[in-house]
């Protein structure tokens, strides 16, 4: 009888450990569930007889949007959702902050932190027809090079307004990190030798100096008051040439001058942000599970799948003493669905159809 009770008791345990196990990890995945965050964004407004707190807050709201929409949609995406209304968009956020407010100057000033639903947005943009990037950071090597036509002249370093100037006016939404080549007499004398075929040169030799894969390499030709710039761009392997013509340029003029760095800084954006496009019009489902004993296992495939810029969406859909089953939508192959979590050292076996971590 004795021993009987003590069963049941041991039965009674697991089941509670489990049901506990359970609610702790439908609240992590909750409470860290991926979203878009925006850090640090400074909002200002008159402080005066007609100052109202909510309009700061909605404008803080409104402007924290207009940057991720900058930083995770192309050029010619955005103007799809330029209109959307201060109400679609606090419907979009989870949660938000507000900094240290301070008063300078009859202003006030607070910086805001925003952090938006991620699969709430991305059904918007794809009731949109937008397919967003993942905000993914990058550095990349850039060679400015700037040729004066009229003065048969070429330049990489002295001389050129371009590199002097490329790495300033930055916008806080840019993913791409220029990291431009230190003044080096070796790369003007090589530069001075291939001048006649400039288009043709691949500056190997200059690139093979930075420990850094990507690169774009931009000639930047001026003839009279016309600017015509050829862009050879480097990413993942890949390589994509875009050409521009700007009339009408003076470059003693700083407007002009930061109107050509602008569209050149664009292109590269969007092409860096195509390369990284989600498709949300891809939906996987997928049924994963895992040993419920295995706590550690079960907090850190949580982790992973959190950080995963593809995954859609994840739950729990069903538990018991012995295993977990996760239900996930992911937007992309099952193949890379697998790199993605090996890369994180977490494995699946798929013997039988069925997916389980080992």
Same mark, same amino acid.
């Given at each position: ?28 995945? !909750? =409470? ?8 640090? &964004? ?7 007889? =007609? ?18 929409? =900058? ?14 209304? !201060?109400?679609?968009?606090? =419907? ?13 100057? +009859? ?7 925003? *952090?938006? +639903?991620?699969?709430?947005? /991305?059904? /918007?943009?794809?009731?949109? *027809? ?10 990349? &090597? ?6 004066? &036509? ?29 990291? #431009? ?10 530069? @001075? ?10 500056? $190997? ?23 015509? !710039? ?5 990413? *993942?392997?890949? %390589? ?13 003029? $700083?407007?002009? /001058? ?5 569209? &050149? ?16 019009? @891809?939906? #996987?489902? /997928? !049924? ?10 079960? %907090? ?40 993605? %979590?090996?890369? $994180? ?10 997916? $389980?971590?080992?």
């Amino acid at each position: 009888m004795q021993l009987k009770i003590i069963f049941n008791l041991n039965k009674l345990y697991i089941f509670f450990f489990y049901l506990v196990l359970f609610i702790n990890v439908i609240l992590f995945s !909750t =409470s860290s569930a991926n979203s878009f965050k925006i850090k640090d &964004l400074e909002i200002s407004e008159p402080f005066n007889i =007609s100052f109202d707190k909510e309009k700061v807050i909605n404008k803080g709201f409104n402007e924290a949007f207009k940057e991720l929409v =900058s930083m995770i949609t192309t050029s010619s995406d955005q103007e799809k959702i330029k209109n959307i209304s !201060t109400k679609e968009v606090k =419907s979009l956020i989870d949660s938000f902050n507000m900094g240290e407010e301070r008063f300078v100057n +009859n202003l006030y000033i607070v910086n805001f932190d925003v *952090n938006f +639903n991620r699969k709430n947005t /991305l059904k /918007l943009f794809e009731k949109k *027809n937008i397919f967003p990037s993942i905000p993914k950071k990058k550095e990349i &090597l850039l060679i400015p090079v700037f040729v004066d &036509l009229q003065l048969n002249q070429i330049s990489l370093f002295n001389d050129n307004i371009f590199y002097d100037e490329w790495n300033k006016n930055k916008e806080r939404f840019f993913l791409l990190n220029y990291i #431009l080549p230190t003044e080096d007499l070796e790369d003007v004398n090589l530069l @001075i030798e291939n001048k006649n075929s400039i288009e043709e040169y691949d500056f $190997k030799k200059t690139i093979e100096k930075y420990n850094i894969k990507d690169f774009i390499i931009v000639l930047i030709f001026k003839n009279f008051n016309e600017i015509k !710039t050829l862009s050879k761009i480097q990413i *993942n392997e890949y %390589l994509k040439v875009e050409t521009q013509t700007f009339k009408k340029i003076n470059l003693s003029n $700083k407007e002009n /001058l930061y109107t050509i760095l602008k569209e &050149l800084k664009d292109i590269y954006e969007n092409h860096w942000k195509d390369i990284n496009k989600i498709n949300t019009s @891809i939906k #996987l489902p /997928l !049924t994963i599970s895992i040993n419920a004993s295995e706590y550690k296992k079960i %907090l850190h495939f949580e982790k992973v799948l959190d950080e995963l810029d593809l995954l859609f969406s994840y739950e729990i859909s069903k538990f018991n003493n012995e295993t977990i089953y996760y239900k996930l939508i992911y937007n992309g192959s099952p193949n890379r669905f697998i790199n993605d %979590l090996e890369t $994180k050292e977490i494995y699946v076996d798929i013997q039988n159809q069925e997916w $389980k971590i080992k």
